[in-house]
């Protein structure tokens, strides 16, 4: 006899994954396909959206293949915002605009901002413009492809793209759809249709709802033999919000931490709140918003030390930082590789490292840069915190979580514990969980996914100094910065 499943997918900046749940919260089977994003001149990420499709496609069609199962739903989700557009009849015109470290709209940024001011969008619609805001860049392929708006364009993200393919259905969910500030009006949780004909005049709009609620159902296709009419799928949501819901982060007065390509922080609160220097959205669930905040790196500082080490086994790296004290022994790093998102708003801000000495090894390096994207956390929270959010708890997952040891440095650096649960497998279980819970088959993430363990901190005197560095070393070598980025191609 079969066994009955929920599939959840999640399109990353490096891999998309893909997991069958069982009815009790068990992963049945996983499956991942890394991929590549292509960074070009002028601030350029992008992605060739049919990818996403194509990968779908191939993930399915393994897991379904070997696994005895039934799908009973299905759920999807991806990095965000992505502005991917299409010609009326879905036709994609260009690669796909990453999120916030796409930095391509600057002009666009620039111009909107003038237009209205950044205090009345901040006011109205609980973002200022930056780079993570998906209106500016659907005003940059609108500027550059008027003939395709002129017919009707559409704009996808990795969620909603897939969700076209294997439905029909031309849609997006709410929280999605209020990181395209200035389209979406947070208080009335629509399109804000003024301003799409001001910023992309001729954009079609898609069809909103709340992540966790049903959109349509799958049709059959012959490029997936294996999926079946019928499937109920969800609206799905970006990749934090649905990592998010995998570890049950979704209280009010609690703050979610996503350990990943780059760290991401989502704060709920039952009311609207917003800060210049952070991001405001809507919550996945009726009722609820968030501040929220990301840094440019954080695993992909990881990745990138052990790259030019030329260690292929993370836990080495990470056995000889545990070796060496709090502190690096006065090693200190800024996070800013590829810029710096919040609260610092600088996409020519750049890395820095000072206090080396020819004693310090891989090890003082590599514990460096996680002390760095905790500090650069420490900052994000006193931000919010200013912004009026109540943080009470903290939940954390992801790749970075593997290892206590990343968790445990943001708990000494923060002071505040981290709730870690027993899976820990990221978005595509947060997909799979909300259709699940939408077709009443578990009513609380408890009953799947409980709570394991828990990070409390430990007061290292060396962080509270070496802090206090870290947010005077921004402000003394910024112009530095500046300069050195425009050297750099």
Known sequence: MSTPVY??????????????????????????QEHSITRG??????????????EFKALYSVLL???????????????????????ANDVPIAPAALYGIDYRARDEIAELSSLWGQDYLLENYDSQLTTQAGGPKLRWFAQRFPDVFASG??????????IKRI??????????????????????????????????PGTVLPRLGWSHDICGETTTTPEVPELTAGIPVIFGTVDAWAEQESVGAIKNNQ??????????????????????????????????????????????LTDWFRNI???????????????????????????YFAGERTPLQDPDARGVMIGLSLRHGRGHIYRSLLEATAFAVRHNIEVMEQAGASIESIAAAGGGVTSDLWPQIVSDVTGRAQELRRESVGA???????????????????????????????????????YSHYRKLYTVTADIQHQLRAMQP
């Open 7 to 32: 599939f959840g997918l999640d399109v990353g900046t490096s891999s998309t994954k893909a997991v069958l749940v069982d009815s009790k919260g068990a992963v049945i089977d996983s499956q991942v």
């Open 41 to 54: 001149k002028a601030g350029l990420v992008e992605m060739d959206m049919n990818i996403w499709w194509d």
């Open 65 to 87: 293949t070997r696994n005895d199962v039934t799908v009973k739903g299905i759920g999807v989700s991806g990095m965000g915002p992505c502005i991917a557009v299409t010609d």
């Open 153 to 162: 364009a559409r704009f996808y993200m990795p969620s909603s793209w897939i």
């Open 167 to 200: 439905t029909g259905e031309y849609v997006l969910d709410r929280h999605s759809a209020s990181q395209c500030t200035p389209l979406y009006d947070p208080a009335t949780r629509e399109w804000d249709s003024h301003m799409v004909e001001k910023v992309a």
């Open 255 to 300: 703050l979610f931490l996503m350990y990943g390509t780059t760290l991401f922080l989502v704060a709920n609160s039952p009311d609207r709140i917003h800060h210049a220097s952070m991001w405001g959205t809507t919550g996945t669930r009726e009722g609820t918003y968030n501040i929220a905040g990301g840094l440019a790196t954080s695993g992909a």
């Open 309 to 335: 080490s030329g260690e292929r086994d993370y836990a080495t790296l990470v056995d000889a930082a545990r070796e060496v004290p709090a502190g690096s022994e006065g090693l200190l790093t800024l996070p």
């Open 428 to 466: 595509s279980y947060g997909d799979a969980f909300m259709v699940a819970q939408a077709l009443g088959a578990v009513h609380s993430l408890d009953e799947w996914n409980p709570v394991e363990r828990i990070i409390e901190p430990t007061h290292v005197t060396a962080y509270e100094e070496l």
